[in-house]
């Protein structure tokens, strides 16, 4: 699973998400007409807590409070064989639940890039949402 068959994937459905052009945007891909921007982490493992970066997600919130938008968080992970399970979350709207949301926000030693090889390992403040938690969850069959 990648990033553009988890747009494809939620554009099956009622959405109209276009992935950034900018490798270096704070999100992946954009859906004007829903006002939703999405940012999408793609795993080679199944997890029930999810990590996410609180630079990106401090970041992501601000700007769509300040434009107007929805932010919101797409994780892919498999759960068994030839498929994966896409988890979508709004983690501001779980923050702002009356009772707040637990991310458990900690510095963990991780690499400074995505692609771990050649990577240098630095502090980063992360958290985590369980899938439990998610806003939508649909299984994607994967072929190779």
């Known amino acids: 699973m990648n990033e553009n068959k988890v747009i494809k994937a939620l554009n099956s459905m009622k959405y109209n998400f276009e992935p950034m052009d900018d490798r270096f945007s704070r999100y992946d891909a954009f859906d004007k007409?829903?006002?939703?921007?999405?940012?999408?982490?793609?795993r080679n493992k199944h997890y029930p807590d999810t990590l996410i970066e609180k630079m990106?997600?401090?970041w992501n919130k601000n700007f769509a409070e300040e434009n107007n938008l929805?932010?919101?968080?797409a994780v892919s992970m498999p759960i068994k064989p030839g498929s994966h399970t896409i988890y979508i979350f709004d983690p501001a709207n779980l923050e702002s639940d009356e009772d707040g949301?637990?991310?458990k926000w900690h510095t963990k030693k991780l690499p400074e890039n995505t692609e771990f090889q050649g990577s240098q390992w630095i502090?980063?403040?992360v958290g985590y949402l369980h899938i439990d938690d998610c806003l939508i969850s649909f299984e994607e069959r994967t072929n190779h």
């Open 56 to 58: 990106k997600y401090d």
């Open 101 to 103: 949301y637990d991310f």
């Open 123 to 125: 502090d980063k403040e």
């Open 70 to 73: 929805e932010f919101w968080y």
């Open 33 to 42: 007409e829903h006002g939703i921007m999405l940012e999408i982490k793609c």
